[in-house]
């Protein structure tokens, strides 16, 4: 049984529905943060290569989906496998993945620190690429699947820094 094909079965789909409600609250905690049309945002300087606020959702919803899909497949091909501490491991490192995620939309739109989320976003960025390495180990197709997260959360970083630096 290939990992992705694990989903197909009632433990793998009893761990998507976790993964992804797991990532669903935390887009929707992030969307709720996320204010691109107030005054503050509107009147930071930015570099010309932001993206139109268009590109957000259509960047984040399948990274989201990505992120439940890829996790839920290690998951349960982990519990399959009898490698219980590792599978809860990876729960607590997508968990924590997820926290890290959120509180930035919540440090950079409403607490208005850009320096401090563009710290925080590095973090995330990391953390995802260990992420990606974690469920990597446990099937690479899941490892390269994932790879995209942490390419978004870098680029994320750099366009954070760059409107930190021009906003000081």
Known sequence: MT???????????????ATGAAAFAS???G???????????????KPPWDPPTIAYPL????????????SAAALTLLEQEGR???AAALRRALATNLVLNTG???LFWRVRRPWLSAAWCAVLTAHSAALVKRVGDVDPSL???LAPYPLWCGFATAL?????RRNA
């Not at 992705?4 to 789909?13: C, I, P």
């Not at 954070?160 to 930190?164: D, G, Q, R, V, Y």
């Open 3 to 17: 990992s992705w094909s694990t989903l197909r079965s009632r433990r793998g789909l009893r761990t998507l529905a």
């Open 27 to 29: 887009a929707g905690l």
């Open 31 to 45: 969307a709720a943060a996320t204010t691109p049309d107030t005054d503050w945002y509107l009147r930071l300087e």
């Open 59 to 70: 960047v984040w919803t399948p990274l989201y989906a990505d992120i439940a899909l890829t």
């Open 84 to 86: 219980h501490d590792q």
């Open 104 to 106: 930035w939309s919540v």
């Open 143 to 145: 490892g390269t699947a």
């Open 160 to 164: 954070n820094t760059s409107i930190a």
